[in-house]
């Protein structure tokens, strides 16, 4: 009985797409490795832009149910568009495509590693990575020829509105930065709001996140220095008091259409280390460690600053771990009235 279960292929007029899931600290991510179309465009945000526009019925499908859930994340393995690069990566959530995610370039380089997309060279291998918002480095480090952790230097991150005030309808006057880490981010410290960074208030903060993303949405612009696809606010990310005593302090990122990222969020790291040295909280060099919801960690520290157009940037390191956990084919049936999936949250 099982052998004839094994043996079973799937009519030849079905969509058939493969991936290989992993998860970086909690926080899943799943790599369209084969079945989709030739994405046309000579930039990872034009390739981006055909996806959305043609394509996004496979987006949905892959991320929603009942192939994925409402906090599903994943990406499409692109052609580098720069010269240095390995490869390109667009990524992939529930309410759409993502300009930059932190989790993805760690898991992304564990499995490039890993399954011998990119040469294993001991004790560090380095991947270069074309994203929607520039080209990011990543260092795998290497131990018994695994992959025991990846940092990365994310692109320029900075610092687009301190000490700002937006009401909030039901919770009143919120104070919020905003910073930039490969997306925008709106800050507050979670204190605000009467919660704490852990998992038993986890529809609370995804409810009041939200509430706080569309208001500071509907009160003012978030304008990208060159690039008007990156010119929106991604989330709102709570602050709170660490967990564990040897630790910084706290994260959750609550993020596109209600989304409650598991890891400390490798781009919210980088707008906060842009914010605390905007404060003159952290030094250069100086390594922070940041937790999740799930107590979960990244490292971050501050490598240099630049100037990034009008802005008086910094060069964020990241630093987590990522493990595989699957590889699949899924099959989408033309007459399957949900083939698109749907979501619930």
Not at 151 to 164: G, W
Not at 272 to 295: F, K
């Amino acid at each position: 009985m099982l052998s004839e279960m094994k043996a079973y292929q799937p009519p030849e007029h079905w969509q058939k797409i493969t991936t290989i899931d992993a998860h970086t600290e909690g926080e899943p991510f799943r790599v369209i490795t084969g079945g989709l179309p030739e994405l046309e465009g000579d930039t990872i945000l034009a390739r981006r832009r055909c996806m959305r526009d043609k394509y996004d019925h496979l987006r949905t499908a892959l991320m929603w149910e009942p192939r994925g859930h409402a906090d599903m994340y994943g990406c499409i393995v692109t052609p580098p568009v720069s010269p240095e690069a390995d490869f390109g990566v667009l990524f992939l959530h529930n309410e759409g495509y993502s300009s930059m995610c932190g989790h993805g370039i760690i898991a992304m380089t564990t499995i490039a590693v890993e399954t011998g997309m990119v040469p294993l060279e001991t004790p560090v291998t380095t991947v270069r990575i074309d994203s929607p918002a520039g080209l990011v480095t990543a260092h795998a480090k290497i131990v018994d020829r695994k992959v025991a952790s990846v940092y990365f230097h994310n692109v320029p991150s900075f610092v687009l509105a301190l000490d700002q005030q937006v009401n909030v309808p039901g919770l009143g006057p919120i104070l919020y930065d905003i910073a930039f880490g490969g997306a925008y981010y709106a800050y507050v410290d979670v204190a605000q709001v009467g919660l704490v960074t852990r998992p038993d208030n986890y529809g609370a903060l995804i409810e009041k996140g939200m509430a706080i993303k569309n208001a500071v949405m509907a009160s003012r612009p978030i304008p990208h220095p060159f690039e008007e696809d990156l010119s929106f606010l991604y989330g709102t990310i709570f602050i709170g008091q660490p967990h564990t005593p040897d630790v910084h302090s706290s994260n959750v990122c609550i993020f596109a259409e209600g989304e409650v990222d598991r890891c400390p969020t490798g781009t919210g790291v980088s707008g906060r280390l842009a914010l605390h040295y905007a404060r003159g909280e952290v030094a250069i060099d100086q390594t922070i460690e940041i937790e999740s919801i799930l107590s979960t960690r990244f490292k971050g520290r501050v490598v240099k600053t630049i100037r990034f157009e009008s802005y008086d940037a910094i060069i964020p390191e990241v630093e987590g771990r990522a493990w595989l956990t699957g590889r699949h084919e899924f099959w989408i049936d033309p007459d399957d009235p949900l083939k698109r999936g749907f979501v619930f949250r």
